[in-house]
C-alpha cells in the first residue's frame, strides 16, 4: 500500500510564503497525475493544483500567479507565495494511477 506522506505545513502572515511537500512511499510506483486539494472548515474538498507525469499543469483560479506546482517522479511540491488569510484550509497531497491516493493532510494557517 502505497503512502503519501506531506510536509510544511504551518503558519504564515499574510503575504507571507510556504512550501508544501510531498513524497510517495515507493518511488518506483507509477504515477500519472499527482497534485494538492484543499479543505477549509465548513466547507467541500477543492482542487489546488495538479500536474501529469508530462508536466502538464493545472491551476485553480483563485491560486493563479501565487501558487507553483512541480514534481520530481513520485514528489510534488507546492510553492504558495502572497498567501491571503481565505487560502487557510488542510492541505492534501494526490496521486493517481489505477486509483487516488491521498496524504493525510497538513494545515496551512494565514493569519496575522
Known amino acids: 500500500q502505497v503512502q503519501l506522506v506531506e510536509s510544511g505545513g504551518g503558519l504564515v502572515q499574510p503575504g507571507g510564503s510556504l512550501r508544501l511537500s510531498c513524497a510517495a512511499s515507493e518511488s518506483h510506483f507509477s504515477i500519472n497525475v499527482m497534485g494538492w486539494y484543499r479543505q477549509a472548515l465548513g466547507k467541500e474538498r477543492e482542487l489546488v493544483a495538479i500536474?501529469?507525469?508530462?508536466?502538464s499543469r493545472n491551476y485553480a483560479d483563485s491560486v493563479k500567479g501565487r501558487f507553483t506546482i512541480s514534481r520530481d517522479n513520485t514528489k510534488v511540491s507546492l510553492q504558495m507565495n502572497s498567501l491571503k488569510p481565505e487560502d487557510t484550509a488542510v492541505y492534501y497531497c494526490y496521486a493517481q494511477n489505477i486509483r487516488p491516493y491521498w496524504g493525510q493532510g497538513t494545515q496551512v494557517t494565514v493569519s496575522s
Open positions: 500536474i501529469t507525469s508530462v508536466g
